[in-house]
């Protein structure tokens, strides 16, 4: 699970297994493979950061 932003400043979790695409336009969207699609404030390297830090910490768990 990740933290993101939406552009009214709420924050928000989302189940970074479930992400399908991060696309800027110039937004950031992230759509989910269940279809649903959120606009962020994080870049799309943010996206891929958190999405990094997140599977790291698991791997990391599992060892």
């Known amino acids: 699970m990740i ?5 009214n400043d709420s924050c928000f979790v989302v189940n970074a297994d479930l992400i399908q695409t991060v696309e ?3 937004d950031t969207v992230i ?4 279809g649903a ?3 962020v404030k994080e870049s799309s390297e943010e996206i891929i ?6 599977k790291q910490r ?3 768990i599992l060892k």
């Open 58 to 60: 698991i791997f990391s």
């Open 3 to 7: 933290d993101v932003t939406r552009l």
């Open 49 to 54: 950061d958190k999405v990094v830090a997140y």
């Open 37 to 39: 699609k959120y606009i």
């Open 31 to 34: 759509t989910l493979t269940t």
């Open 24 to 26: 800027s336009t110039p």
